[in-house]
């Protein structure tokens, strides 16, 4: 019987082991994004940034052809500059996100990066001059070093320090007893929503790409690291073209061009102060937020 239990013990041991490979993959094929869907065009060229400019034309796209989400979205976002894209869960505003990285071509329109159509570049290449920070960020069962160096292999321990400095993960990961080779993910250690929304955007840093994608990116962080955050997030979109979805929209007070989106069209936009005082929808949903930040502030002060 014994002859028998080990091998089975082994098998069942060897079966883990391959499930959880297995598990990994799939994890890093959709870190990867990579998507049967989209393949690259046999005359696909790499990607010229030179501003950054980045354009959607009369773009129209639906998951599932029986139901549309994006209806004729016109956007434009002018070399350097930063727009933020708010409304409703469920607007389409993540959708807009996933069709500039590519992880499905729009189904009418198009969309452009400094006049090249995105379908007719190469992932590769397209995927290099984006840097995105999602609403789940998935990690490595791996060192957070790994981690963080995922944004540019072969980046210096000195970098990924500077990086994860920036986005104020390092004092947290200095105190861990392995400090950078932590293992994190699956079988390590449990990082919460924001120290992996940190370790996502010091994974942008270290990559420096000329167009940055934030998907709600600061949403699980209290509004302390948030600020602290934004001030960086501020600093690095600076000189980039930057797309931001925004939830709370004291964030986004400084954006170039706000894009109101609802049911899959845009519905208004502007700079902060005109549509405020335009008292549309955005004024809505600002009378609304700031209702609830006072009383967020009036709790802390009574916490306190
Ligand atoms: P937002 O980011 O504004 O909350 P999304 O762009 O994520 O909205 O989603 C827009 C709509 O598309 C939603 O109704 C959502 O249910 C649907 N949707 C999102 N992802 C998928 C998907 N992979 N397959 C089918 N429908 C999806
Ligand atoms: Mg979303």
């Not at 409703?88 to 990285?101: D, I, M, P, Q, Y």
């Not at 549509?275 to 916490?303: K, N, P, T, Y």
Request: glycine share 8%; proline share 4%.
């Amino acid at each position: 019987l014994i002859q028998l239990f080990i091998p089975l013990n082994f098998l069942g041991v060897l079966y883990r082991e391959i499930k959880q490979a297995l598990a990994d993959l799939e994890r890093m094929f959709n870190l990867l994004h990579v998507n049967r869907e989209v393949s690259d065009a046999p005359d696909a060229r790499p990607l010229q940034v030179s501003g950054g400019e980045i354009v959607f034309e009369q773009v129209g796209f639906a998951y599932d052809p029986e139901r549309p989400i994006l209806q004729g979205v016109d956007l434009r976002i002018a070399p350097g500059t930063t727009c933020a894209v708010v409304g409703a869960s469920g607007a389409g505003k993540s959708t807009l996100a996933r069709l500039l990285f590519r992880f499905y071509d729009v189904n009418q329109g198009a969309l452009r990066i400094d006049g090249q159509d995105i379908r007719s570049v190469t992932q590769e290449s397209l995927r290099k001059s984006i840097g995105i920070v999602p609403q789940d960020t998935v990690l490595f069962n791996d060192t957070i070093a790994y981690n963080i160096a995922y944004g540019k292999p072969g980046a210096t321990q000195s970098e990924i320090e500077a990086a994860a400095v920036a986005a104020q993960i390092h004092d947290f990961i200095q105190s861990l007893p392995q400090g950078y080779d932590t293992v994190v993910g699956e079988r390590g250690l449990k990082l919460s929503g924001g120290e992996k929304q940190r370790v996502a955007i010091a994974r942008t840093l270290l990559k420096n790409p000329p167009i940055l994608i934030f998907d709600e990116a600061t949403s699980a962080l209290d509004s302390r690291t948030e600020q602290a955050i934004a001030a960086q997030l501020k600093a690095i979109s600076a000189d980039r073209t930057t797309l931001v979805i925004a939830h709370r929209l004291s964030t986004i007070v400084d954006a170039d061009q706000i894009v109101v989106m609802e049911a899959g069209r845009v519905i208004e936009r502007g700079r902060f102060d005109e549509l405020v005082s335009a008292g549309g929808a955005f004024a809505r949903m600002w009378a609304l937020q700031s209702g609830e930040e006072q009383d967020d502030a009036r709790a802390e002060e009574l916490v306190a």
